[in-house]
């Protein structure tokens, strides 16, 4: 069974950074991935980032290409999700995902119980 616990979020201003963690259980394969995904009240989860899990392959979303970075420490069981000058449009709860690295946006098996990130000056 992957549990998978989140943790960093919190209030920054426009043009802060901050760091998300999920730290991860039961999870080894390389077939894996884990990832990102956030969510606004009245609209659909969106991806943000994945990571094959013991590789660095990655993969975002246009809109946090060239500010956020996931990485992941394989000793640990942990990914992080660094987040650079942020915006507002960045406030969302965030959900670490884990699931197939092949077509992971639809095939998600399993989710982090959410971390609010809120961005407002």
């Known amino acids: 069974q992957v549990q998978l616990v989140e943790s960093g979020g919190g209030l920054a201003q426009p043009g802060d950074s901050l760091r998300l963690s999920c730290a991860a259980t039961?999870?080894?394969?390389?077939?894996?991935?884990m990832g990102w995904f956030r969510q606004v009240p009245g609209k659909e989860r969106e991806f943000v980032a994945v990571i094959r899990w013991g590789g660095v392959t990655a993969y975002y979303a246009d809109s946090v290409i060239g500010r956020f970075t996931i990485s992941s420490d394989n000793a640990k069981n942990t990914v992080y999700l660094q987040m650079n000058s942020l915006k507002f449009e960045d406030t969302a709860v965030y959900y670490c995902?884990?699931?197939?690295?092949?077509?992971?946006?639809?095939?998600?098996?399993?989710w982090g119980q959410g971390t609010q990130v809120t961005v407002s000056s």
């Open positions: 039961g999870l080894t394969s390389s077939r894996n991935a």
């Open positions: 995902a884990a699931g197939p690295f092949v077509d992971f946006t639809r095939q998600i098996k399993y």
